[in-house]
């Protein structure tokens, strides 16, 4: 509601969020990045290395059917199509990590798959950000 109003955030409570999100945020980090696993079974391999190949690249195709959908409802002004085109090809979320916990879910594929798209978007991410540049400019 105070983005609706335009209210700001009194300087007492925003220097505070901001302390806090400067402890917290690396804190999180450093715990997920603690389960990370690189070491797998080959049987493990060839899903992992699917599940990446189908979120670094796959996830392209989805952020374009994701943009041209958007623009049939709303104006999308060209940066905003291109933060939808990254978000799109972002690697494997490390939050999922968080529901392993609470559901049935092989852990260490899933790290495996995070750790993995995590190091192969070093390489796809600088090549899908010049096609996002030529397509959207």
């Known amino acids: 509601l105070m983005n609706i109003w335009q209210v700001p955030l009194p300087g007492l409570i925003w220097d505070l969020i901001e302390k806090f999100a400067a402890f917290v945020i690396p804190m999180i980090l450093f715990c997920i990045g603690l389960d990370f696993k690189l070491k797998m079974p080959r049987s493990d391999f060839k899903i992992v290395a ?9 996830g392209f195709v989805i952020g374009l059917a994701v943009l041209a959908v958007t623009r049939l409802v709303f104006p999308v002004d060209i ?8 978000e799109s090809i972002m690697p494997t979320a490390t939050m999922t990590i968080f529901f392993v916990d609470y559901t049935e879910i092989d852990k260490e594929l899933l790290s495996g798959t995070i750790a993995i798209s995590t190091l192969l978007s070093l390489l796809t991410i600088p090549v899908w950000y010049m096609l996002v540049e030529r397509i959207l400019n």
């Open 50 to 58: 699917a599940a990446s190949a189908y979120r670094l690249i796959g």
């Open 79 to 86: 940066l905003t199509g291109k933060v939808i085109l990254i």
